[in-house]
């Protein structure tokens, strides 16, 4: 009786060939599939030009102490009823009365055009959006006027 051992296959070229293609395949596709979520989820720009953001730097500085001066309190921007609220107060942790206020409504990623939001106060003494606020993720650019005083403000709504 004969035992019939196994025949053993040889490691060739052509094995160490398809690794190698194989693991530098799946090197490129990780890379694509990581580039492509890196492209549609952020454009990458902070500023447009960071040489002229540089020489403006030192006026915005002071445009913050300033604003710190009026003593005022944004709220964080809510969502009701569709709309953009938001509660502006004062020094005195009174409601801020008779102030205008603007927004421009940004996407964070860029999805979609900004748009020009404008506020009323109600009788809560929130401000409340006019326009109605698409869904998802915004930026909000504020600025709040009340007679010569002025603050610009940036709030994220979901």
């Known amino acids: 009786m004969s035992e019939k ?9 052509y094995h160490a060939t398809a690794i190698i293609v194989a693991f ?7 890379n694509l599939v990581m580039a492509q979520f890196a492209l549609s989820t952020f454009s990458g720009t902070v500023v447009d030009n960071s040489y002229v953001a540089s020489q403006k ?9 300033n604003q710190e001066e009026h003593g ?6 809510l969502r009701k009823a569709g709309k953009a609220s938001i509660a502006i107060t004062t020094g005195d942790g009174a409601p801020l ?3 205008t206020m ?6 964070p990623i860029g999805q979609s055009d900004p748009f020009e939001i404008s ?7 929130e401000y409340q959006s006019v326009q109605p606020l698409p869904e998802g ?3 909000l650019k504020i600025i709040i006027t009340q007679d010569d005083k002025n603050m610009r403000v940036v709030r994220d709504i979901w």
Not at 72 to 77: E, F, L, R
């Open 137 to 139: 993720r915004w930026k």
């Open 102 to 107: 603007e927004a421009i409504a940004e996407h």
């Open 24 to 30: 530098f395949a799946v090197v490129v596709v990780v």
């Open 97 to 99: 009365q008779g102030a």
């Open 5 to 13: 051992t196994p025949a053993v296959k040889k490691f060739t070229g």
């Open 72 to 77: 005022w309190t944004v709220s964080p921007a």
């Open 57 to 65: 730097y030192n006026d915005w500085l002071e445009q913050a102490r």
């Open 119 to 125: 506020f009323t106060q109600g009788a809560s003494g």
